[in-house]
């Protein structure tokens, strides 16, 4: 069973910059995951940010951007502001029958 | 502009069965996959399977293999997701979402429904 993983939490400074990552518990994660990701606040659906690892989606602001750093695919916010507070998922594509959620990470910015 | 539109919350009994509808706008329907992905309270986003609306042909996580259907009504550009014999850990948020393939992602979401199971 695919396992993806992700911080179960983080904290970072309105202005500051944070890295969230999303990794595989027995393998690395690669552009052929076509890594995307989600934020989600309470109550609404989930929103697309970044996919194919590191495209914005339409109208995401440029201080959302994605990578691969190392073995895992990693959601960067620069200059996080106040309503970046939120519940963030990324997903992996490992093939046509499994599509794996991160288990999220909830962002606190303060 | 692309819609998906969801059926609204529902209350089943145990042992029931479950069938949520999702109608799409702004899109040639035909032309994108629809999957669905649910959220138990407090919980994170679990990925439930897919439908070719084209083909009618789906495809599910294992987890829900034998217990859940997808279906679509290509007339009324709308996808449908049935889950059986349901249980209280099925008390979740159903989400619809058109999904891209390479890159594999989703794009528009629905709103959710609320499908809750208790006696």
């Known amino acids: 069973q695919t396992v993806v993983t992700q911080e179960p939490s983080f904290s970072v400074s309105p202005g500051g910059t944070v890295t969230l990552t999303c990794g595989l518990s027995s393998d690395s994660v690669s552009t052929s995951n076509y890594p995307s990701w989600y934020q989600q606040t309470p109550g609404q659906a989930p929103r697309t940010l970044i996919y194919n690892t590191n495209t914005r989606s339409s109208g995401v602001p440029d201080r959302f951007s994605g990578s691969i750093l190392g073995n895992k695919a990693a959601l960067t916010i620069t200059g996080a502001q106040a309503d970046d507070e939120s519940d963030y998922y990324c997903?992996?594509?490992?093939?046509?029958?499994?599509?794996?959620f991160g288990g999220g990470t909830k962002l606190t910015v303060l | 502009q692309v819609q998906l539109v969801q059926s609204g919350a529902e209350v089943k009994e145990p042992g029931a069965s479950v069938k949520v509808s999702c109608k799409a706008f702004?899109?040639?329907?035909?032309?994108?996959?629809m999957h669905w992905v649910r959220q138990a309270p407090g919980q994170g986003l679990e990925w439930m399977g897919w439908i070719n609306p084209d083909s009618g042909g789906s495809e599910f996580a294992q987890k829900f293999q034998g217990r859940v259907t997808m279906t679509r009504d290509t007339s009324i550009n709308t996808a449908y997701m049935e889950l059986t014999d349901l249980r209280s850990d099925d008390t979740a948020f159903y989400y619809c979402?058109?999904?891209?393939?390479?890159?594999?992602?989703?794009?528009?979401w629905g709103q959710g429904t609320l499908v809750t199971v208790s006696s």
């Open positions: 702004g899109y040639t329907f035909n032309d994108y996959y």
């Open positions: 997903l992996l594509y490992m093939g046509s029958v499994n599509w794996v």
């Open positions: 979402a058109r999904a891209w393939l390479a890159p594999y992602y989703f794009d528009y």
